[in-house]
Nanobody
Framework: QVQLVESGGGLVQPGGSLKLSCAAS????????MGWYRQAPGKQRELVAV???????NYAGSVKGRCTISRDNGKNTVYLQMNSLKPEDTAVYYC???WGPGGSRQSWGQGTQVTVSS
């Protein structure tokens, strides 16, 4: 079994910051990419940011310049630092990990709520 445990969500005022964390544990090996997706009410899940095992990153245009994704390979943990948050960033944020032989497996976290409101 593979577990992805997310933390760091919450309520923040516009312009504020949050840092999300996701730790992978269990029978997980050969982690390729680690990333964050989000889903707002009534909308499809969308990519926020992803980071490869080599440290290459990719961001959604809507968060570029405001968010930074990083990972600690020794801890199988991925982080998302979010700054200058906007109400439209409100969503459930999900951790995603591609792992296994040739990146053939995918796991999702349970989601953590981020609410940006005054």
């Amino acid at each position: 079994q593979v577990q992805l445990v997310e933390s760091g969500g919450g309520l923040v005022q516009p312009g504020g910051s949050l840092k999300l964390s996701c730790a992978a544990s269990g029978s997980i090996f050969n982690i390729y990419t680690m990333g964050w997706y989000r889903q707002a009410p009534g909308k499809q899940r969308e990519l926020v940011a992803v980071i490869t095992s080599g440290g290459s990153t990719n961001y959604a245009g809507s968060v570029k310049g405001r968010c930074t994704i990083s990972r600690d390979n020794g801890k199988n943990t991925v982080y998302l630092q979010m700054n200058s948050l906007k109400p439209e960033d409100t969503a459930v944020y999900y951790c995603n990990v591609i792992w296994g032989p040739g990146g053939s497996r995918q796991s999702w976290g349970q989601g953590t709520q981020v609410t940006v409101s005054s």
